[in-house]
C-alpha cells in the first residue's frame, strides 16, 4: 500500500462552511472537537442538531469519526450520503476509495478515487493513489499518467514522497533519452530490427511515449506482423489523441486480420473525418459497404456490449469507452444510457477540461456578488488545470487581478 493516502483527515480542515451562520459555526466546532481527539463528543454534538449535520460536509465529519471508533460500515454509510447530498464532493469519494482499498477491492477503490478527481482533478492525493492502485494492477500508461499528474499537482515539493516520485521519473526519463539515442543509430543504419527492439526498452521504461507505440507499428506492418501492428496502434488510439490516419492504419490492421466488427467500427470513425470524394474517402466508403453485414449480425453486436461491461468492471475505462461506441456506431443508434456512461468515463480519464469550463462559468456570478475571495480560488483553481494561452486561462488571470485591486482596497481604504 505504499504511497496511498489513507488518512481520512484529508480535506476537512480547508473546507469553507458554506450556508446560515449558525450552522457553519457549529460545524467548525465539530471539527475542533474532532481535529481535538475527542471523536466521540464531535459524533454526540452533530447528531443532535440536524442544522448542523444535514450537510454533506457534517457527514464527511461523521464518516471519518465513525472510521476513527473502528466503525467502518457506518462511516462508508455516511459518506455515500454526503456523495448523494453533493455529487461533487470529493472528499467523501476519496475517503470511500479509501476503504475499499484497504479491503483490497482495487476495482472499487480506483472507481471512488476517479469519482473524486472528476470534481477535483488536481488533487494531489486522488492522482498518487490512482497511479499506486494503476501501477499495482499492471496498467502501465495509466500509472505513469497518474505520476506525472501527481508531480504536477503537488503543493509540497519538498516532501520525501515527491522528492522519490520526481527522482524515480528522473531516473526514467533519462534512461529514454538514451534509448531514443540508440533508437535513431540504428535508424541511420536502416536496421529495423534494432530500431524495434530499442522501441520496446523505451515503452519497457516509461510507458506514455504515444509516437513510439505508432512507430513500432509501423516497423510491424513493415514487416507484416499484423497482429503486433495492431495491437500498438491499438493502445495508441485507446491512451492518445486519435487521428484519422491512426483510425485508418488501426481499422486496415482489423481488415487484414478479419476483424470485420472493428474493421467496419474504425473506418466508421474515420470517414467522418475525410473529404469527400476523394481516394480515401472512397476507399473507405468501398470497405464499410463490403463489411455492412456485421451491422445485422447481432451475436456479434452484442459480444461489444459485453466486452465494454467487462472493461468497465475492471478499470479499463478506455476500452469500456471504445466498445461502447461500437456498439451504438454498429446498432446505429443512441442510447441515452450508454452516452451517459460514455460521457462519465471520458471525464474520468480527463476531468480537467470539465471542471475548467464549469469554474469559467462561476466566475461572472461570483464577481457580481462580489464573493471576490472565492472568485480568486476558483480563479486560481483554472490557472493551475487550464491549458496555456486558452480562453479560460485569459480570463481567469485577468479576472484574478481585477479582484485582488478590489480586494486590496477594502483592506487598505476600506471601499
Not at 501501477?135 to 495509466?142: A, E, I, M, N
Request: charged share 25%.
Amino acid at each position: 500500500m505504499d504511497g496511498i493516502n489513507l488518512d481520512n483527515n484529508t480535506n476537512l480542515s480547508d473546507i469553507d462552511f458554506s450556508g446560515e451562520k449558525a450552522a457553519a459555526s457549529k460545524l467548525t466546532k465539530a471539527y475542533e472537537l474532532y481535529a481535538s481527539g475527542q471523536i466521540q463528543e464531535a459524533v454526540n454534538f452533530l447528531e443532535t442538531d440536524s442544522q448542523a449535520s444535514n450537510t454533506a460536509y457534517a457527514q464527511i465529519l461523521l464518516g471519518n469519526c465513525y472510521q476513527k471508533l473502528g466503525q467502518k460500515d457506518k462511516a462508508m454509510s455516511f459518506w455515500q450520503r454526503a456523495t448523494d447530498l453533493s455529487p461533487l464532493e470529493y472528499a467523501a469519494y476519496l475517503n470511500i476509495g479509501n476503504e475499499y482499498y484497504l479491503s483490497n477491492r482495487i476495482f472499487q477503490a480506483i472507481f471512488n478515487w476517479h469519482c473524486a478527481g472528476s470534481a477535483c482533478p488536481e488533487n494531489p492525493v486522488v492522482n498518487l493513489n490512482l497511479a499506486v492502485a494503476y501501477d499495482k494492477l499492471g496498467y502501465r500508461v495509466q500509472a505513469t499518467r497518474y505520476f506525472e499528474k501527481y508531480l504536477k499537482y503537488s503543493k509540497n515539493k519538498d516532501s520525501a514522497e515527491y522528492q522519490k516520485i520526481k527522482h524515480t521519473i528522473a531516473n526514467l526519463t533519462a534512461k529514454t533519452d538514451f534509448y531514443l539515442k540508440k533508437s535513431e543509430e540504428y535508424r541511420a543504419q536502416k536496421d529495423l530490427k534494432k530500431v524495434a527492439a530499442a522501441y520496446l526498452m523505451l515503452i519497457s521504461t516509461y510507458a506514455n511515449l504515444p509516437s513510439i507505440y505508432i512507430n513500432l507499428a509501423s516497423i510491424f506492418v513493415f514487416d507484416k506482423n499484423y497482429e503486433k501492428a495492431q495491437e500498438f496502434y491499438k493502445i495508441a488510439y485507446l491512451n492518445f489523441p486519435s487521428t484519422p490516419s491512426l483510425l485508418l492504419n488501426l481499422a486496415n490492421m482489423e481488415y487484414l486480420l478479419g476483424n470485420k466488427s472493428y474493421a467496419y467500427c474504425y473506418y466508421k470513425r474515420a470517414f467522418k473525418y475525410l473529404t469527400e470524394s476523394t481516394s480515401h474517402w472512397l476507399q473507405v466508403k468501398m470497405k464499410l459497404a463490403e463489411l455492412s453485414a456485421v451491422t445485422r449480425d447481432s451475436e456479434i453486436i452484442e459480444t461489444h456490449l459485453q466486452k465494454a461491461k467487462e472493461a468497465e468492471d475492471t478499470c479499463h475505462y478506455e476500452v469500456a469507452i471504445d466498445e461502447y461506441e461500437n456498439y451504438l456506431i454498429l446498432t446505429d443508434s443512441h442510447s441515452d444510457e450508454i452516452q451517459q456512461l460514455i460521457d462519465k468515463y471520458k471525464i474520468f480519464l480527463n476531468p480537467e477540461p470539465f471542471v475548467v469550463k464549469m469554474l469559467y462559468n462561476q466566475i461572472p456570478e461570483l464577481m457580481q456578488s462580489k464573493k471576490l475571495h472565492a472568485a480568486v480560488e476558483v480563479c486560481d483553481r483554472i490557472m493551475t488545470m487550464a491549458e496555456p494561452h486558452t480562453k479560460e486561462m485569459v480570463y481567469a488571470m485577468k479576472c484574478k487581478v481585477e479582484c485582488k485591486k478590489v480586494i486590496i482596497a477594502r483592506e487598505q481604504f476600506g471601499a
